[in-house]
């Protein structure tokens, strides 16, 4: 995860999400062909134990039914429109994303995987999302290449247990608040990478340069202004996740 010498690399924030539905194939397809260096998502567990790509604890905002993701089967959650009436989009599973970002060959785009709602969970979402990523050789202790998948996660107790069970997985602990990632958070979790908010970042930029004192990376989220950017790049940010990863790319490659 370490910095790009043109400037931080682009993560497509839920897919193209301005451009097309957030977490839908579609709107991975277009990051891969925007040229995103990296797509993040969101997971949750469903009651029936399969891992899935939703944002909210609801699927009411982003799709055509309601309910709660974690009090639904799978098969219940499967049946609605994660799209719309013009571009209908099925439910998006962790398996399928990851297949989409391996089966891409232009450059090996990373996944930053954040787990929701560790509380609800327990480590049992840590450990699936563990399991799905082996399937593909990813995070194993025998495994070639630990490169191509993030874990991240608001909660400390789940960045931890992570570093516990896949060491040489990257890991992120985000957090909204310039005070908690400027004390040594991420430190003290092991974490290799702090996760600020743009809103904390404005707050309080030396937190790049603490965390690269103590050899961490940087992943800033959400970045969708010119201005902020430009500021990810002088301060030498590592990744910007972004709704707009054409745009923002297209911006970095102006300079
Ligand atoms: O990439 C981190 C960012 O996605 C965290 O906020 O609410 O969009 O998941 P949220
Ligand atoms: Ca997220």
């Known amino acids: 995860m370490s910095p790009d010498r043109r400037g931080p690399l682009v993560v497509a924030h839920r897919g193209a999400s301005a451009a097309k539905k957030e977490h839908t194939l579609a709107a991975y397809d277009l990051a891969l062909r925007e040229g995103a260096d990296g797509v993040e998502c969101d997971v949750r567990l469903t009651r029936d134990g399969h891992i899935v790509c939703v944002h ?100 400390p107790s789940a960045v931890w247990r992570v570093r516990r069970s896949a060491p040489m997985l990257p890991t992120v602990l985000l957090g909204d608040s310039s005070h908690y990632l400027g004390g040594g958070a991420a430190t003290t979790v092991g974490a290799t990478a702090v ?37 990810c790049r002088e301060l030498g940010v590592g990744w910007i996740a972004t709704n707009h990863p054409g745009r923002t790319r297209a911006w970095l490659e102006s300079k």
């Open 56 to 155: 909210d604890r609801r699927v009411d905002r982003t799709s055509n039914g309601t309910g709660i993701v974690s009090e639904m089967d799978f098969a219940d959650l499967a049946r609605l429109n994660y799209g719309d009436d013009d571009e209908p989009a099925e439910l998006l599973t962790l398996h399928d994303l990851i297949a989409l970002v391996l089966d891409w060959t232009s450059k090996p785009v990373k996944l930053f995987i954040e787990t929701k709602h560790p509380v609800r969970y327990g480590s049992l979402i840590e450990s699936t999302v563990l399991a799905e990523l082996h399937k593909f050789g990813i995070g194993a202790p025998a495994s070639a290449d630990h490169s191509r998948a993030v874990i991240m996660s608001f909660a």
């Open 195 to 231: 996760g600020p908010s743009i809103r904390a970042l404005r707050e309080h930029p030396a937190i790049i340069d603490r965390a690269a004192a103590s050899g961490r990376a940087s992943y800033v989220w959400t970045v969708d202004e010119k201005e902020d950017v430009d500021l």
